[in-house]
């Protein structure tokens, strides 16, 4: 079900002054920056070997990634899991009784499929799936 640990993704409030953390003191390979409209977010990818790490900055005060450093703070906001059939494997998840923020895939970063568990089902940790359908995922 699980392929691997897709990526993590760490709210911040500022890429500019987060990224020299990840590239000059942890070395981190960098990918590109991406601005998803539909999520009001402005998205940096780095390489941590296999898995990758995605900062999230929100571009608007009405971003989920804007609430949530206000209520918690900057830090881990979700854990991605790649998968293979993403909708096969939320209709696999709701059966066994955990909630989904998605009922069906949407587009995320990089043109991937993603749908998001409730933390309320899982142990308060925001899990998302995520299935990319192009080469070098």
Known sequence: ???KVDHIGIAVKSLEETLPFYTEVLNLKYLG???????K???AFLKAGET??????PTTEESTIAKFIEKRGEGIHHMALAVDDIQERINEIKT???R??????RIGAAGAEVAFMHPKSTGSVLVELCEKKEKGE
Do not use: F, R
Not at 33 to 39: A, G
Not at 100 to 105: G, P, Q, S, T, W
């Open 1 to 3: 079900m699980i392929k």
């Open 33 to 39: 920056t991406e601005v998803v409209e539909s999520q």
């Open 41 to 43: 977010v402005k998205v």
């Open 52 to 57: 990758k790490i995605e900062l999230l900055e």
């Open 96 to 98: 066994k009784g955990i």
């Open 100 to 105: 989904m923020i998605d009922d069906e895939a």
